[in-house]
Structure formats: C-alpha cells, structure tokens
C-alpha cells in the first residue's frame, strides 16, 4: 500500500467515527513520518552517489560503450553525463572533457584513415584506432576509479 491509499484508509476511518480527533493525528503524523523517513534514506543514498566523483567518472568513461547498445550511444551519453554533471565537480569536468575530445578526435582520425585506405596504410590504422577506441575508455575508467585523471593518448584538445 502507498501513502495515499494508507492516508485515504486513515480518512475513512476518521469519517466513520472509528478514531478520535487526537487519533486520526498521531496516526496522520506516524504514517507521514514513516514516508518521509524511507524518502530522506533514498535521497541520502543517492546524494552519496552523485556527489561521488570517482563513480561519475568512471560512468562518463565507460558510457561511450554504450555505441554497442544505441546507435550513436556511444557518442550522446557521455555528452549528456558529462553536461549535466560538469557543474558539480571540476574533477568530472575534466573527465568529460577528455572523453568529448577523444570522441571528436576518434572521428577526425576515423575520416583519416579510411582515406589513406586507398594507399593501404588506412586498413592497419583503422584496425589500431578500432582496438585503441575499446582500451582506453577502459583505462580511463580504471584511472577515474582510482581518483585519477587521464588524458588519452593522441587526443585532440577542443574543450
């Protein structure tokens, strides 16, 4: 039962007669108190979580991953990570920064390379850039979680 329906149960029984005026109010403030209470635990679990820079980090890394799942999920969840967190903490600042100049920079070098694939050098590098694209997100991740910043190497600086 939520607390509407436990508000709306304690009305009937007000309405009935069932509980005195000094009743229906303890019972009022216990079952609001009871709510509130188990709202005030979320809401401290996950101002634990948000104010966590080394998760956020870590987070903002790991989701250009998410490419795999969504078209282009890769290259809009950690932007929109990285913009609503940003203000938060220089740190996560930083890290998003880094992950949006490797995602620009990976384009840029993806466009690249698969022009020098009609001189042959291309296919090599795009095979280097497809395994470097897999390996760092996950050692900036690994980094993040540590508290440490990592600038991937061969990243572009835009931002």
């Not at 069932?18 to 005030?40: H, I, M, N, P």
């Not at 590098?125 to 897999?134: K, P, Q, R, S, Y």
């Amino acid at each position: 039962m939520d607390l509407i329906e436990e508000l709306e149960k304690l009305d009937a029984m007000y309405n009935n007669g069932t509980l005195t005026d000094e009743e229906f109010v303890k019972a009022k403030d216990a079952l609001l108190a009871k709510y509130q209470s188990s709202g005030q635990k979320f809401k401290q679990a996950v101002g634990d979580l948000s104010s966590d820079e080394s998760v956020w980090g870590v987070l903002i890394h790991l989701s250009q991953f998410g490419g795999y799942l969504i078209p282009l999920g890769g290259w809009l969840l950690p932007i929109c990570l990285w913009l609503i967190k940003r203000n938060d903490s220089e740190t996560i600042d930083r890290h998003g920064r880094i992950v949006i100049n490797w995602i620009i920079s990976q384009l840029i070098y993806g466009i690249l390379f698969t022009l020098l694939c009609f001189v042959l050098i291309g296919i090599p590098l795009l095979i280097v850039l497809g395994i470097v694209a897999f390996v760092y997100p996950i050692v900036g991740a690994v980094k993040a979680s540590s508290g440490e910043v990592w600038d991937y190497p061969g990243n572009l600086r835009f931002l």
